[in-house]
């Protein structure tokens, strides 16, 4: 899953996307149980090129059920929340008057209701939304599900199939080229269709400002190739188009003319060739560590699709759904899309925490990735490059999502303090000028140090 550019930083929005390489396993979770489940899964992929001067951590040997920070050998066992240390933390954090008068903000355990919060009602969580579509797809498909894409034969027309495989790339697409023409033998001549009907209902969200079409996402459609374009060259707005035509360019490659330009079309006739793309796992925690909006908007479309309704509407009505199921309290929430671009999206802290809980249980192992792909503080992903000056400390010890939008600024995740006790912590800023943004961020980074240094257990 090779997008065409390097990550643009500091900003997220636009956001970040990488090169996706394969590296050893897991050796950096924040190790909760749900984590410390997830070495069992795989690998993890992450950004060529964006890796900050820290070394990445050590291996460590820890009990499936003992959560550690990622930075040495954890001495003792997780102890139990000091809810007086956690209130001074808090009261530090209202006190920075950088995070503004509309913070919101919740600290708790792993599992349990907040200890300490700020701040009343939903708030717009940006790019944290995310977490919310990667839980939900996971828990509709499981980790290790591969979405297809392939070609069928009727006639002397050839059809694309587009499964929904956000990893497709342009390599993956070349070898589906290859085997198709090996399967048409002696025949040299085509004409090409392509077939995107498994995504229902209009490619463009109306609640997106226009200026993020292009640069941003494009597009939401059930095929497209390397993410359907990228910061630096761009997004597509017909990335089905895009990939059959880039296909056509593929067959040709392999000797396989194709007569006229792809057109539209419908699967039918015998299927010659199929590429299975990479696990959703794997998916999941690349859309975390990189923010990738056309990414978290396909996958919103599957979770659409397993319920049936693959539309925007259908697809955050199917991920509200799902986190009621997992026993996640909805209330307050607003889902208009599965990227966070829509502004008018609104999530309460503690539903968060509720997610960020549910994804780290030791019970729901199959959600493991929606914490593990959560970048880690200094080190891989969206915060790669933050965590500097008086949040240093706070590096390896800080797993969370960022969110931002012009004057919205999240980051919510698990850090684990002192004594080797992770907690829970949402933040979420808004109503600030465009131009306090990086200000806005190095507090909440200072914010999350705080409970990483904290010792806020016993």
Request: aromatic residues 4%; charged residues 20%; contains cysteine.
């Amino acid at each position: 899953m090779k997008p065409q550019s390097e990550p643009k930083w500091p900003t997220e929005e636009p956001d970040g996307r990488g090169k996706l390489v394969v590296v050893v396993p897991l050796v950096l979770a924040l190790l909760v149980g749900a984590a410390a489940a997830a070495y069992a899964l795989g690998w993890v992929r992450y950004a060529s090129g964006n890796v900050a001067p820290t070394p990445p951590p050590a291996p460590l040997s820890i009990a499936a059920v003992s959560p550690a920070a990622v930075e040495g050998e954890q001495t003792r066992a997780p102890g139990r929340p000091d809810r007086v240390a956690l209130e001074q933390v808090m009261r530090e954090m209202v006190r920075d008057k950088r995070l503004g008068k509309h913070l919101k903000a919740a600290i708790a355990p792993l599992q349990g209701d907040p200890l300490v919060s700020h701040g009343t009602g939903a708030a717009t969580p940006a790019s944290v939304t995310k977490v919310l579509t990667s839980v939900a797809v996971l828990e509709a498909y499981g980790p290790e599900r591969r979405f297809e894409t392939s070609t069928t034969l009727q006639g002397t027309t050839v059809t694309l199939v587009g499964g929904g495989d956000a990893s497709l790339t342009s390599s993956d697409l070349d070898t589906l080229a290859a085997e198709t023409a090996r399967e048409l033998g002696a025949t040299r001549t085509v004409r090409l269709a392509y077939d995107d009907s498994l995504f229902e209902g209009p490619t463009v969200n109306p609640t997106w400002r226009r200026i993020y079409l292009g640069e941003e996402v494009g597009g939401i459609t059930a095929l497209l190739v390397d993410h359907g374009g990228s910061q630096a060259s761009g997004y597509s707005q017909d990335p089905s188009m895009q990939a059959a035509a880039q296909f056509k360019r593929a067959l040709a490659k392999h000797g396989v003319k194709v007569a006229g330009k792809p057109a539209k079309g419908t699967k039918a006739g015998a299927q010659l060739a199929v590429h299975r793309g990479d696990t959703l796992r794997e998916i999941v925690e690349y859309t975390l560590e990189y923010s990738d909006n056309q990414l978290a908007e396909v996958l919103a479309r599957q979770v659409g699709l397993a319920a049936g309704t693959p539309t925007f509407d259908g697809s955050t009505a199917a991920v509200t759904a799902t986190l009621k199921d997992l026993d996640i309290d909805t209330s307050g929430l607003v889902l208009l899309d599965g990227s966070g671009l829509s502004r008018q999206n609104r999530i309460p802290p503690a539903l968060l925490v509720s997610t960020l809980q549910t994804a780290a249980s030791s019970g729901r192992p199959e959600l493991a990735p929606a914490m593990t792909g959560l970048p880690v503080a200094g080190w891989i992903g969206s915060l790669s490059r933050r965590f500097n000056f008086d949040a240093e400390p706070g590096r390896g010890r800080v797993r969370a999502k960022t969110g931002t939008l012009t004057g919205v600024s999240g980051l919510s995740g698990v850090a684990v303090d002192a004594r080797g006790t992770p907690f829970v912590v949402v933040l979420m800023a808004d109503g600030f000028k465009p131009e306090e943004t990086l200000d806005v961020r190095d507090a909440l980074d200072d914010a999350m140090t705080a409970v990483a240094t904290c010792r806020c257990s016993a």
